[in-house]
């Protein structure tokens, strides 16, 4: 039986993050460097990153730093330095997304070909790993069957997908319109999220259709069910979108996901948690607690009608009842669950936008809001921030240590005191101590000293005693051998800790077109070279080097006409607007929709 590692990678938006993330239960860490990280707001110090590093490898989990936005010339210089200190510090992989990186002077780090890559086909994961690359993050829109096609055709590279977290409506690296609009790219960290705006849809006649709807606006990913789908189909790193996110999100996310997977490894032996230890969790994980607008699976099972989320791209949290009556200064409801002191609330109000309020007072079923709202009976009121489940998590909320077999035997000048943990890893140290045969049994006593591992990352798995005579040794004596013999352990599992050492050669195998648009995202020269050097010949600059006034600003697998039952592949009703529909923003620009049904995409381009 063949036994495949899976990797549950979490988020970090700064070294607290990533610390949460890893004690409940993280195998990897990903997290924005100093610069050059699709988050731009999300960077983080070579200091604060060494220190996550350090963390990190004591628990042989890994540390990948996100160098994921297109590079400018002038840039490149500061690039390829912020790169060798990475590596210096010890941080396992770069997740990129400008090729021009690969011709820069590079130490012999991992790399991973980042989502803003655009990675959904056998061909493009096939050439990414002829290039090097030994980790791909394809993209969110594909579904198990695919997944599982690249992976029977691409073997020898490891797939990384996204299980959960806010989702992008356009595919990832293919959406321009915030460039288009504002000047702030999403290639380059700055996306200014136009899809989350409300938006009004019109036809070709100007009728309006709906207006002031969030159409863009997609539901989060939630694939806590699905997990073991698609560990079957091929993946190997099962990734938490939420750079920006705080550590309460982290902790609770990370910990749901942790307890599912440990729970199919149980049950399916070939599978294993790609890190070490054993994270005990001190709270009930649960995901309605977390941000987020609502579920869905997006495409794992194919085309479904569920993703959109109309009504607001904020979150609503997790529903509680009905509103009952108003009374004075509190209101009633008929609920579902209890609310607590201080608990956030929202509801849709009859405008169809979310208002939320916060919770002064709870006495049973009445609810004593600090300003009260309009809500209509009946209206469903959602619990978006949950007071006593925050404190929880601002607690120590978990623990996460290393199993060691502990001995204690005999030797030549006293005894011997040795460590061995799940890795391999030991340490031994020696007990220069006379030998005084004791009065009354000493064994328990000597497995209650050794077995004192709090505070340290170790838990006693098992306590072997073996001295041929019940000799006396004294408490301080063994907790001062234990003491030295964890902190050698350290030392040894951090000098045995291997990262992969990668020195990428150039290489000169054909790119998947001989072409490329804007789309190719090429900012720089490095880039223009690479793609030279694979057989591409004509390449055009990046939409952010030269605007396209006609060019296609989103390329999405959600669709609109979809979404409103009348998609003429799948659906049988049929429109009754005239088409091309409209999408009109709130500063009254006017962006129209064209539905590539052959390829199942709906493009957007501004309507010129």
Not at 213 to 242: F, P, T, V, W, Y
Not at 272 to 287: D, H, K, Q, R
Not at 446 to 458: A, D, V, W
Request: net charge neutral.
């Amino acid at each position: 039986m063949s036994i495949r590692k899976i990797e549950l990678l979490a988020p970090a938006k700064n070294l607290e993050c990533g610390i949460a993330a890893i004690d409940h239960g993280a195998d990897a860490v990903y997290i924005g460097a100093p610069s050059f990280g699709a988050r731009a707001s999300a960077t983080n110090s070579i200091e604060d990153l060494a220190k996550l590093v350090d963390y990190a490898h004591l628990l042989n989990v890994k540390v990948y730093a996100t160098v994921n936005t297109i590079l400018e010339d002038h840039e490149v210089e500061e690039s390829e330095k912020m790169i060798w200190d990475l590596h210096r510090i010890g941080v396992d992989a770069l997740i990129i997304q400008d090729m021009g990186i690969l011709n820069m002077n590079l130490p012999p780090i991992a790399l991973h070909a980042s989502t803003q890559c655009d990675n959904r086909t056998i061909e493009k994961v096939k050439f990414l790993q002829e290039t090097g690359f030994n980790q791909v993050v394809l993209a969110r829109e594909l579904s198990f069957n695919e997944i599982h096609q690249i992976h029977q055709a691409c073997p020898g590279v490891s797939l990384e997908v996204f299980v959960h977290g806010a989702l992008c409506v356009s595919y990832s690296g293919q959406c321009y319109v915030s460039q288009a609009i504002s000047k702030r790219s999403a290639n380059r960290g700055s996306c200014s999220q136009f899809c989350r705006l409300p938006f009004t849809l019109k036809d070709a006649n100007g009728k309006i259709i709906l207006k002031d709807k969030h159409l863009l606006s997609l539901k989060d990913m939630n694939q806590l069910d699905r997990l073991e789908s698609l560990i079957d189909a091929g993946a190997s790193s099962l990734k938490i979108e939420g750079r920006l996110k705080d550590p309460t999100y982290v902790k609770n996310v990370t910990a749901a996901y942790r307890k599912a997977l440990d729970k199919i490894f149980k049950r399916r032996p070939e599978y294993i948690a790609a890190s070490s230890g054993v994270t005990e969790l001190l709270f009930e994980p649960n995901l309605d607690k977390s941000f987020s607008r609502g579920a869905t699976s997006f495409f794992a099972n194919g085309r479904q009608s569920d993703i959109a989320c109309f009504d607001t791209p904020k979150s609503l949290g997790e529903e509680m009842g009905l509103m009952k009556e108003m009374r004075g200064n509190y209101f009633t409801v008929a609920g579902l669950k209890p609310f607590h002191n201080g608990d956030g609330a929202c509801f849709i109000d009859e405008n169809g936008k979310l208002t939320g309020f916060r919770i002064n007072k709870v006495e049973g079923n009445k609810i004593f809001p600090l300003e009260m709202p309009h809500i209509k009976p009946k209206t469903v009121i959602y619990r978006n921030y949950d007071h006593e489940f925050d404190k929880l998590l601002s607690k120590t909320s978990s623990t996460r240590t290393i199993g060691v077999q502990i001995k204690l035997t005999e030797s030549v000048k006293g005894f011997t005191l040795q460590l061995f943990d799940e890795d391999g890893n030991e340490a031994s140290v020696q007990l220069d101590q006379a030998k005084e045969e004791a009065r009354t049994p000493q064994k328990d006593n000597i497995i209650r000293q050794l077995s004192k591992l709090g505070n340290t990352p170790f838990y006693p798995a098992a306590v072997e005693v073996t001295l041929q005579k019940e000799w006396f040794v004294p408490s301080s004596i063994l907790n001062e051998a234990r003491r030295e013999a964890v902190e050698q352990l350290i030392e040894t599992r951090k000098r045995n800790y291997r990262r992969i050492e990668q020195r990428f050669e150039k290489t000169s195998h054909q790119f998947i077109t001989p072409k490329l648009t804007y789309l190719g995202n090429v900012m720089n020269s490095y880039a223009h070279q690479f793609y030279a050097q694979h057989g591409v010949t004509e390449i055009a600059p990046a939409f952010e080097k030269k605007t396209i006034d006609e060019a296609v600003l989103m390329f999405c697998k959600h669709c609109i006409r979809y979404s409103m039952g009348w998609c003429p592949t799948f659906q049988q009703d049929k429109s009754p607007y005239r088409e091309p529909f409209c999408l009109v923003d709130p500063n009254g620009s006017e962006f129209k929709l064209q539905f590539d049904c052959k390829n199942c995409q709906m493009k957007v381009m501004r309507n010129i």
